[in-house]
């Protein structure tokens, strides 16, 4: 069972955030002529006790990096970072790095370091068949290998089921596995190990299948052993939200993915909204950690807030 607790995180409106010196109507605005349409695009715990989440969010000219630092029994926004792209994808942890996909770039920020007006790192991937990042739509995630070396996945690209524009269903998604060497930090090459298609997009499913928005990779401690969740939920405010539980199997150049199990959460866009961020992360003494975010926030003045769930197993 997954214990639940509802939390959330408050910021100025009228404030102004380092390092972009943004105010947050600058970042989370949520409309795009005059529709509701951008909104948090992935949201992380961290590693880091002062930072202890982060995340992203689309904006219809530049979309934004945030963190949220932890102020006493409270949890504020810290840091700002416009990136030059509508679009970011959800975010991913690895150390103290935090990493987030603009466009066919890879960047990473330090997590420590939020605030500062610190060096963006940006990384070029390689392509298969001609796809590469593809803007990490379906989510990006990484994992420490046993030899010093990074394992990088990336799915695209994202959305779920679409019951109004059924057109965009049917298109393939792909996940496509790198090795970073020597490490995701400062790697001297990036490799393509592989790709794998997922199809049968055509009726609605009864699971996601190959849908994802957000991708969060884990590792367990005992074999070693790697292991996926892919998040979306249905294409409304509300509906179903899945995560879905896959290991990374086969050999270089022919990786799998062993889909496990599926779990259906009903999906709220005030503070649980799969299809905008939902990820699952491993705490200290091994427990998995599970975190869904409300999908946008309209009022900033005087202030402004965003809900979110954690649960914890």
Not at 7 to 22: C, K, Q
Not at 158 to 175: C, F, I, L, P
Not at 190 to 218: A, C, F, W
């Amino acid at each position: 069972m997954i214990g639940w607790s509802t939390h959330s995180w408050t910021f100025a409106g009228d404030a102004h955030f380092p390092p972009s010196n943004a105010q947050p109507e600058d970042a989370f605005y949520p409309y795009d002529d005059a529709i509701i349409d951008k909104h948090i695009q992935g949201f992380v715990r961290t590693n880091d006790a002062r930072f202890p989440y982060a995340g992203s969010h689309s904006h219809k000219h530049r979309g934004s990096v945030f963190f949220v630092r932890r102020d006493g029994n409270d949890l504020k926004l810290h840091a700002i970072y416009r990136v030059n792209f509508d679009h970011p994808s959800g975010v991913a942890v690895i150390g103290d790095a935090l990493f987030f996909a603009v466009g066919e770039e890879l960047h990473w920020l330090a997590i420590s370091a939020a605030g500062d007006n610190q060096k963006e790192h940006s990384y070029t991937l390689p392509a298969y068949e001609g796809r590469a990042l593809q803007r990490g739509g379906g989510g990006i995630g990484l994992a420490k290998l046993y030899d010093g070396t990074t394992l990088f996945i990336v799915s695209a690209p994202g959305d779920g089921w679409n019951d109004v524009k059924r057109s965009k269903n049917e298109g393939a998604r792909h996940t496509r596995f790198y090795r970073m060497v020597p490490d995701a930090f400062r790697p001297t090459s990036i490799q393509i190990l592989g790709e794998i298609k997922h199809t049968g997009m055509k009726r609605r499913p009864d699971s996601p299948v190959g849908y994802s928005e957000n991708l969060s990779v884990i590792t367990e401690c005992d074999t070693g052993r790697i292991y996926t969740v892919h998040t979306t939920g249905d294409w409304g405010m509300h509906g179903h939200g899945f995560w879905y539980l896959s290991r990374v199997d086969g050999e270089v150049g022919k990786p799998q993915l062993t889909r496990l199990q599926l779990w259906r959460q009903e999906q709220d866009n005030s503070d649980c909204h799969h299809r905008s961020a939902a990820t699952v992360y491993a705490d200290r003494n091994g427990h998995l950690g599970f975190v869904c975010h409300e999908r946008t926030v309209i009022k900033f003045n005087p202030t402004g807030r965003f809900d979110f769930k954690e649960g914890t197993r």
